[in-house]
Structures are given as C-alpha cells and as structure tokens.
C-alpha cells in the first residue's frame, strides 16, 4: 500500500512523519485551553476531542474522547480502534466529503503544547536485545559466559515504576544514589556520575487479560507503540541490581514519544524474530512475523552545542517481540491492565555504531566516543538526549514523533538540612 493522500497537503510529502496512513495519538492543548485528544495529520493536530463532542466522529456507544488521555478508546478494543481510522481517514481524504466540517478543528502543530497520551497503569521493562545483553555481559562477566543461561529461553524483565514515565520535552534531574565505594570501603551517596540512556520501544495495551494469554491473543491486545527511553544511573545500577535487579537506578524517569502510533498503521512493516538459537518452549512461539521493521537513531546535543548522531540501529534486532514478552507476562495469571506499559529492552545492533546505550557505545566509560566539539562516555549536565523512529513506505514516513529530554544538574544534598 502507498500513501494515503489527504486534503491536507503537508501530509502528502514523502518525508513528512505524519501522513494519513500514520494517525497517531497524542493529548495537546492550545496556549491556556485544556489539554484534550488529537491526532496528528501533517503539519497540524486534529481535535478529535471537539469532532466527538460535534458528533462528526460517529463512534459507537458512549464518549470515549471527553478525557484528556486516550485510555478509554483503548481498553475499547480492536473494532473501536478500526472504526476510529475508517472515519478519520474518511474526514481527512483527498476529495472527501467533509473537509468543510472537519477544516475548523485542525490547529498547526507548532502552536501546541503535547502532553502524555494515555494514563500509564504499570510499567514492565524487559531485557530482550540480544546484542545488548551480549554487550553488558561480556563487559560484566566476560564473553563465555555473556548470556545468563535462561536468557535464550525466556524474555527476562521487571517491574518498573508507572509514576517514572514522562512525556518527551520533561527535562530529567540527575538523579542522586547509593554508590559502591572502592574495595570493602563504606559506599558513597552522590549525584550519579554515569548517568545514560537505553533506546527502546514501549508496546501500549489496550485491551485488559485476566490469565494467561497467547502470543497470537497478546499481539491483538495491543494498541500502539511509542519511542522509550529508559534512563538509567549505571553507578547506582552496577551497585544495587544484585540479587532482585534494578531498582533506583530506573526510577528516576523514562521518557515516551508524544504519539502512540497504532498497530495499524505500522502492519505494513511487520517482520519475523531472528532465526531461534534454541527452540522457545511452545507457548512463546510467534504464529506470525511480530517485530516492525523500525528505523532507530539516538542524538546527543550538548548546552549550545551542535547535534551527533551516536547511535543507529533498527527495531528489527530484538530477540523478542513485544506480544512474546506481553504472552510471558501473563503465564502466571498476572493480569493486564488498559494503559500498561512494556518496554523492549535495549535496541543494540551488532556494530558499534549500532549501540542502544552509552554503556556500550563507550564500552563501560573506557572509550569515550567523539561528538560534536568533544567527547562522551556518559551523560553530562546540560546535554539533551533524542530519540527517533521512523519507518518508511512506498512514498511515505511513519513517525513517532521526538522523543527527547535534558539532563539538568541534580539537585544540592536532598538530606542536607
Ligand atoms: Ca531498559
């Protein structure tokens, strides 16, 4: 399938991230207004709070845009999601009967404000980059013993924090925590020192599960994809992760891209998992290709400085898809809310510059990596940190919009007074 064209003009440029075949979901206010739900369509939002409200969006049942965040169309489940892009992609095409109703409700993107989509109800991150976790353990334990013994076997995550989880644009603090001191000395309490990004994906659920579910069933509870960044203290990490895992060292903040970008849009660059180097126990099997074929860079832009790409890899590498680790996450009968968040895992590549995380792409701190007018190990104050993603069609873009945060300088002693 090729583009979509639409009315609006904007959204017919091969490069532009938001064309009619994307639709993604974001929450956005106009100078002082109330934040409410839009869907981006070219250079502009689209109210689609304000078109339920005016009764062009004809969906069934009651409202479910009278709140600012998208939760409700999602725990609505795949007929609603389908429903929705039929009418708004009938609203918004070429020649389509209902520009002129449709025109008002449109305001350009560059006098907005976005705010987080959708209310985040648990957040999961997994562990599931095979170049990564080959990466960190080797730097860890060394090459033999690289990969844990259940990594081949199982997606291997953890609970996260929802109440980390920001929008593109929050500035982060550099967090402060308990550090290892040298040898048997007493640890320290510092601002981190190696504070770095993970450059992931978040699958967003949309409809909820009671029990364990299929991958086939877990794959359609799934409503969208965001950008992730899963900022990480690796001092406080390497210090406090044994034997339960990381714990402070995530919770400072994780930042999301301000668009969900639907399954739907992103179905023509679906791709299969990586050859299995051990068969999966049945029930993680994939019935079908589950990964998307996404394009994936990290920029670092130092205060005043000029942007460097450090870092492009794709989607594609994860070990795991997100509907395998969403089905393990389940086989216990932990339910699934509307609204939980999974991140991928780290996206390594196998090439250096393929590097999901300063931890690799400066190997542990030991080989600091050019940027514009000087050199990184890891995140220094004043730095903004961005991801992007895009996928590429036949004469069109999907893109999720930056996913981007600065890290300011922490804070004084927090327990000094
Ligand atoms: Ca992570």
Request: aromatic share 8%; with cysteine.
């Amino acid at each position: 399938m090729g583009l979509i064209r639409s009315w609006v003009e904007s959204a017919n440029g091969e490069d532009c991230p938001f064309p009619l075949n994307n639709l993604p979901c974001g929450v956005f206010s106009v100078s002082d207004d109330e934040p409410r739900c839009g869907v981006a369509i070219g250079d502009c939002v689209l109210d689609v709070a304000r078109l339920e409200e005016a009764g062009l969006l004809a969906l069934p049942g009651k409202p479910l845009l009278d709140v600012p965040f998208w939760n409700e169309v999602m725990g609505a489940g795949p007929a609603v999601w389908a429903a929705l892009r039929d009418r708004l992609t009938a609203l918004l095409a070429e020649g389509a009967p209902d520009r002129a109703a449709a025109e008002p409700f449109l305001h350009p993107l560059v006098d907005v404000s976005l705010h987080m989509p959708f209310l985040v109800s648990e957040y999961t991150d997994f562990y599931a980059g095979r170049n990564h976790a080959f990466n960190v353990g080797t730097m860890f334990r060394g090459p033999e013993n690289a990969l844990p013994p259940n990594w081949l076997h199982i997606p291997i995550g953890y609970n996260g924090r929802a109440s980390s989880v920001v929008v593109s644009g929050t500035d982060v603090r550099r967090p402060w925590g308990q550090v290892k001191g040298p040898d048997h000395a007493v640890p320290s309490f510092q601002p981190s020192r190696r504070f770095d990004i993970e450059l992931e994906m978040g699958a967003v659920v949309g409809t909820p599960s009671i029990g364990p579910v299929t991958v086939a069933e877990a794959d359609d509870m799934i409503f969208g994809y965001v950008l992730l960044n899963d900022w990480s203290a690796r001092d406080i990490q390497a210090w406090e992760y044994q034997p339960l895992g990381p714990f402070q060292a995530k919770a400072t903040a994780t930042t999301i891209s301000p668009w969900i970008v639907m399954k739907a849009a992103l179905e023509p660059f679906r791709t299969a998992t990586p050859a299995r180097e051990v068969p999966l126990l049945p029930y993680l099997n994939e019935p079908r290709p589950m990964l998307y074929d996404i394009a994936l860079e990290v920029a670092l832009q130092p205060e005043g400085g000029a942007e460097t790409i450090i870092a492009r890899t794709n989607y594609a590498e994860m070990y795991y898809s997100a509907p395998q680790q969403l089905a393990h996450h389940t086989t216990s009968g932990c339910a699934m809310n509307t609204g939980d968040l999974l991140g991928s895992g780290t996206i390594s590549g196998p090439t250096k510059e393929s590097r999901g995380s300063l931890l690799e792409l400066s190997w542990g701190g030991k080989e600091p990596i050019a940027i514009s007018g000087g050199t990184r190990t890891f995140i220094e104050d004043n730095d903004t940190l961005t991801l992007r993603g895009q996928c590429k069609g036949d004469g069109y873009t999907i893109g999720f919009g930056d996913c981007t945060g600065k890290v300011i300088p922490a804070l004084a002693d927090p327990y000094a007074r």
